[in-house]
Structures are given as C-alpha cells and as structure tokens.
C-alpha cells in the first residue's frame, strides 16, 4: 500500500497560531496589519480544518467521507453567518443567509462543478460516473431550493419574501427531513450509488488508510480548528462589512465573500479528485455540499431568527431565480446520460461569471 503522512506541520501550527491571535484581541492588539494576519489565519485555519476532516473522512471510507466533509464546511458556514447576523442585527444582515446560501450553490453548481468538467475533460476527453447518486442528490436539492428560496415570495403571511415564524419552522423542518432522508439513502440503503464506478488505479482510493491514533488526532485537531474559526469570524465580521461598504460594493457581495471562503477548500478537493480521473468524488463533495449547506444552514439560521425575533428575508428576486434555474436546468442535462465532456464544464462556468458580474453591476 501507499504510505501517506497525514498529520501535516502547518495544520498543526496555523490553528495554534489563530488561537494565540484570538487571545491577542482580548490582551487588546489592533491595527490593519494584525487583522491582516488575523485574516489570514482564518482562512489557513479553514484548510487546516478540512484537511483534518478528510483524514477523518479516508479513515471512515466512502460515502461518509464525503459526508463528514460536507458538514464541516457547513458547519463553518453556519457560524460566519449568524457570527455577522447577532454582531450587526439590524435590517443589513436581513438577507444575509439568503445571500450567502444563494452564493454557495450557485459557486458549486456552476463554479465548482464546471471547473471539474472542465479539468477532466481536457485531461481525460470524457468521464463516468453514477447516475444514480447525482439524481437523487439533484431532486432533493432542488426541492430544498423551492422551498427555501423562492416559495417566500408567493407567500402571503408576511411581508414580500419572507416567511411567518410558523412557516419557518415548518419550511426548517421539511429541510432537515430531506436532507436526512438523503443521507440515510447516501450512506446505508443505496450507498453503491455513490461509489466510483471504477477505482483502479486510484493510488489514493489504496493508500494506507490512518491509524486509529492519527484519526483521533486529527479529529481533536479538527474541533480546535472549527472552534477558532467561530471565534475568529466573530471577532472580525464587523470588517468584512465595513470593507464591502467602502468600496461600495452591493451588500449582497457579503454573502459571496463568505460562500467564497467557505467552498475554497472544498473547491480544491473536488478539482483535485476530477484531475485524478475520480468525478464522482468530485460530485459527492460538490453536491453534497450544496446540500448541507441549505439543507442545514437555513434551519439553523431559522431557529436564531425565531429565538431572537430577528427578521430574515429568504426569497430571491426575478434576476436570481431565472439564473438559479438556468443552473439548475443545466446541471441536470449536464448530468443526465452518466458521462461528462469539457463543453459542459465551459457552459456552467459562463453561467457563474454572468452571475458575478450581475451581482457587481446590477
């Protein structure tokens, strides 16, 4: 078998390194430059932390790898927003989730994904995978998409896009149903679905899995990570904000910049896997992803709504909804025969330029 070192210096040292710069904002520490390294260390903290998760994840096999990592972006997701929903409160960070959650999909659907049909078709011409999986990943996801989205904005309880806290419950339960029921159906009753069709040659698929002390390792480095990365996210919300502000950027930028930083990891992994001939694995992380994180992300930020009686504004306008359904529409014929080519990969990447360009010139 592959001999692979999994516990990396530097995923040891940053988190470490953030943890000692979170303790220097108590001590009083300011300045540019030491939000600058701040910065910086969330996001080295961010890779630290999903480096862990997949040493977790190869340890567990598939598909809960894929699984495992799926919730720990998610759950660094969920903590930036409502880091920036309780620091600011006010009517700024009403559509903050609705921004982030839209950003996050549209990057995966479009960005991510085209960017591995991209890279794999130019390397490979044509890849495989399981129709199976994509389908059942895709359906769920768009219901959840339906229903968190684009539903506010016919109903009639509230204002224009948002939904009465019943509604929200009841929106947040069907969500966490779906995405359950999804899960059970990934991992135990129909997991060949979302196995790789064909793994020889695969020398990561057989490199020697960690050993039980390496995985508890990286599993108690991995909550350090995850928590410094709420606590730092707390700390430095109110620049993210102000920098948008001044550069006179659309507020709805915010909830790009955090989808962007979120999926970064993520992003890497699933184009690392395309390159090495393994787009299966590059859509178990991708959609799974984009799953958990409005599956999980608007429940959870649903119940912060309820609790505090903060408002919050989910559905999305008439530009976004048609972009929204050409992505999805797209996705699914791009998915549809079980084999994929670099013109699919060019089609879905046209798809999220447009969407950040008409988020920057509206």
């Known amino acids: 078998m592959k001999q692979k070192v999994y516990l990396l210096l530097w995923t040891i040292v940053i988190p470490i390194l953030a943890w000692l710069g979170y303790f220097g904002i108590s001590l009083g520490l300011q300045g540019w430059i030491f939000h600058v390294a701040l910065s910086l260390l969330l996001m080295g903290s961010v890779l630290a932390a999903v480096h862990h998760a997949e040493v977790v994840a190869h340890r567990v096999g598939e598909p809960f790898g894929t699984l495992l990592l799926a919730l720990a972006i998610t759950v660094i997701e969920v903590a930036l927003i409502v880091s920036l929903m ?25 960005g991510i994904i085209g960017i591995c049909l991209l890279v794999g078709g130019a390397r490979f011409k044509e890849q495989v995978f399981r129709i199976q999986g994509v389908s059942a990943a895709l359906i769920t996801l768009t219901a959840i998409l339906v229903f968190t989205l684009i539903l506010p904005n016919y109903t009639t309880s509230r204002a224009t896009s948002e939904y009465s806290p019943v509604q929200l419950v009841f929106v947040a339960v069907v969500c966490l149903v779906l995405y359950i029921a999804f899960i059970l159906v990934q991992a135990i009753r129909h997991r060949a679905f ?29 909550v350090l990570c995850l928590g410094i990365v709420v606590l ?59 799953l958990a994180s409005i599956g999980l992300t608007i429940p959870a930020v649903g ?48 798809i999220f330029v447009v969407y950040l360009f008409t988020i920057v010139a509206p």
């Open 194 to 222: 979302f196995l790789p069709p064909d793994a020889d040659g695969n020398e990561e698929v057989f490199a020697e899995p960690p050993t039980i002390k390496t995985t508890i390792v990286s599993a108690v480095l991995l």
């Open 232 to 290: 730092l996210a707390k700390s430095l919300a109110p620049d993210i904000e102000t920098a948008v502000r001044k550069a006179g950027a659309p507020k709805s930028l915010v909830g790009v910049i955090i989808a962007a930083v979120v999926l970064l990891p993520e992003g890497l992994a699933a184009n690392r896997a395309a390159k090495k001939n393994r787009l299966q694995t590059s859509l178990n992380l991708a959609l799974g992803s984009a």
């Open 303 to 350: 119940a912060v709504s309820v609790i505090t009686g903060m408002r919050i504004t989910l559905g999305i306008d008439m530009k976004a909804t048609i972009l929204l359904g050409l992505a999805l529409f797209t996705i699914m014929l791009s998915l549809a025969t079980g084999r994929t080519n670099i013109l699919q990969g060019i089609v879905l990447l046209m």
């Open 86 to 110: 309780l620091t600011d409160g006010g009517l700024t960070t009403m559509t903050l989730a609705r921004d982030t959650v839209l950003a996050a999909v549209m990057i995966i659907l479009t």
